[in-house]
């Protein structure tokens, strides 16, 4: 088993900047790629970024292009959002994943194995 605890979210002006974190504890071991996708109200998840074990490989949708950089610290089994110049359309809860046993970075919440609680990102305009 995997667990994920996501921090560092909160409430900030247009513009501004947050940083996600994601600590992973249990058999991390078995963890690839990890990801973090977002939830707005009324609307599906949907994926935000994604980075391979050793951290070579990323991936991130086109609407964070640019703003957003997700990072990894293996040692610390710690994977990282930063966020910069939000928009009021990124105010979602942010959930970290896990995917184990592939290597892939993959953008589909389907082929990730473990989950986190989430956290709320909320840019006000």
């Known amino acids: 088993q995997v667990q994920l605890v996501e921090s560092g979210g909160g409430l900030v002006q247009a513009g501004g900047s947050l940083r996600l974190s994601c600590a992973a504890s249990g058999r991390t071991f078995n963890i690839y790629a990890m990801g973090w996708f977002r939830q707005a109200p009324g609307k599906e998840r949907e994926f935000v970024a994604a980075?391979?074990?050793?951290?070579?490989?990323?991936t991130s949708a086109d609407s964070v292009k640019g703003r957003f950089t997700i990072s990894r610290d293996s040692a610390k089994n710690t994977v990282y959002l930063q966020m910069n110049s939000l928009k009021p359309e990124d105010t979602a809860v942010y959930y970290c994943?896990?995917?184990?046993?592939?290597?892939?970075?993959?953008?589909?919440?389907?082929?990730?194995?473990?989950w986190g609680q989430g956290t709320q990102v909320t840019v006000s305009s």
């Open positions: 980075i391979s074990r050793g951290g070579g490989t990323t």
């Open positions: 994943a896990a995917r184990v046993n592939d290597a892939r970075v993959s953008g589909r919440s389907d082929d990730y194995d473990y």
